[in-house]
Structure formats: C-alpha cells, structure tokens
C-alpha cells in the first residue's frame, strides 16, 4: 500500500501565494508521475499541473506562469508553488501519484493514489 500525505493548504487574500506539500510514503518502486488536480464545488475535477519521472511539466492553461511544480525524488515528495491567487483557484487540491509499488510476494505491479486533498480558499 502507499499513502499521500498532502499539507499546505489555507485561507489567502487575492495576489497572494501558497505552498502544497505531498509526500508519499510506502511500498514504493518508483513514481512515474504526480500531479495535483483541484475541484470545486459544483464543477469536475481538473488536472492543475503534473511532472513525470523526467521532470518534464504540464500546467492547466489558467495557472501557466503562477503556479511551478516540482518533485524531490529522495523524499518523494511533489510540491506546488502558487503565487499570484486569484478567487478563481478556490477549491479542493487533491495529489495524485502513477507508480510502480511492491506487492506482498514483492512482486511489482503499478499503482494511482489519491492524498486526501487540501482546501484552498482565496479571499477578493
């Protein structure tokens, strides 16, 4: 099994930023890719931005040139920088990681986990 752990999430005025944590822990191999993804309410879940084993980035369009994210593979750990918030990225954060774990014969076999999520409220 494998966890993530998500933290960073809190009440910012507009133009502000914020700091997400997620870590992951467990019966890792490897970590092909993470992202966050944010929902809120009464709309779909969005992918916000992911970067893969190579450290190559994807952002959602709106976000491009706010929000950075990266990855520090020795603590497999993914972090999003948001700076510049806008009313608009109010929602829920939610960490997704694509991996490879390790099963109980030690087998490796892939996995996608999801962290809790973490709230995000940006204030006008």
């Known amino acids: 099994q494998v966890q993530l752990v998500e933290s960073g999430g809190g009440l910012v005025q507009a133009g502000g930023s914020l700091r997400l944590s997620c870590a992951a822990s467990?019966?890792?191999?490897?970590?092909?890719?993470m992202g966050w993804y944010r929902q809120a309410p009464g709309k779909q879940r969005e992918l916000v931005a992911s970067?893969?084993?190579?450290?190559?980035?994807n952002y959602l369009d709106s976000v491009k040139g706010r929000f950075t994210i990266e990855r520090d593979n020795a603590k497999n750990t993914v972090y999003l920088q948001m700076n510049t918030l806008k009313p608009e990225d109010t929602a829920g954060y939610y960490c997704?990681?694509?991996?490879?774990?390790?099963?109980?014969?030690?087998?490796?076999?892939?996995?996608?986990?999801w962290g809790q999520g973490t709230r995000v409220t940006v204030s006008s």
């Open positions: 467990g019966r890792i191999f490897s970590i092909n890719s």
């Open positions: 970067i893969s084993s190579d450290d190559q980035t």
């Open positions: 997704n990681a694509n991996l490879c774990e390790t099963g109980s014969a030690r087998e490796v076999r892939p996995g996608d986990y």
